[in-house]
């Protein structure tokens, strides 16, 4: 397949989280159209077990959905931040626990036509406790409930569609295949 080529890019929105472009673009068939995106920093999602093999989920409100979702820890990856680095401060910073070792299970775009930006999702296990560090003030809010999960029960939230975060629904479903296929084999 042959590529589009820009011919002309503008930022049209500029905010802290995140900027919408409007490009137009060059066809194979040398027609010119319009195309508008949103672009952010990719962002991680952490799936973590306890010794105890108890799933490490938050929940909190989500404005767009008008209701509290569960789900497992994300953020956006900071400038100048790698992806492990970003994880590993989102997980601990959401949850109050360090995870030292980290697993990929995989990265993928999300909403693919109108948002330019990768979901890395990363399985952690030998966490330590340490101290939840929400944001709060200007730039951010949050408020985030811990919750321990059983695999299966988490799991089974993902299929009866009651994990309504779209990266956090495909995350428990790549960590059950990676574990049924013994790629990851919990202890």
């Known amino acids: 397949m ?3 080529k820009c011919k002309k890019s503008e930022v049209i929105i500029d905010t802290k989280f995140f900027k919408a472009r409007k490009d137009i673009v060059e066809l194979p068939t040398k027609e010119l159209q319009e195309w508008t995106y949103c672009f952010t920093n990719d962002i991680v999602v952490i799936l973590a077990i306890t010794k105890e093999r108890k ?3 938050v929940r909190q409100y989500r404005y767009f959905a008008e209701d509290e979702a ?3 820890p994300s953020g956006l990856v ?3 931040e790698t992806i492990e680095d970003a994880a590993k401060r989102e997980f601990e910073e959401e949850t109050g626990f360090k995870c030292n070792s980290l697993v990929k299970l ?3 775009y999300e909403a693919f036509g109108q948002l330019k930006r990768k979901v890395h999702i990363f399985f952690a296990r030998d966490l330590i406790k340490s101290k939840q560090n929400l944001d709060s003030g200007e730039d951010s809010f949050e408020d985030i409930e811990v919750e321990l999960v059983d695999f299966n029960e988490a799991v089974n939230l993902a299929l009866q569609n009651k994990i309504i975060v779209t990266d956090s629904a495909l995350a428990i479903l790549l960590l059950k295949e990676k574990i049924d296929r013994k ?3 919990l202890d």
């Open 78 to 80: 900071n400038d100048n």
């Open 2 to 4: 042959k590529k589009w």
């Open 106 to 108: 995989g990265s993928f």
């Open 70 to 72: 569960i789900e497992f």
């Open 183 to 185: 790629e990851i084999v």
């Open 55 to 57: 799933i490490i989920m």
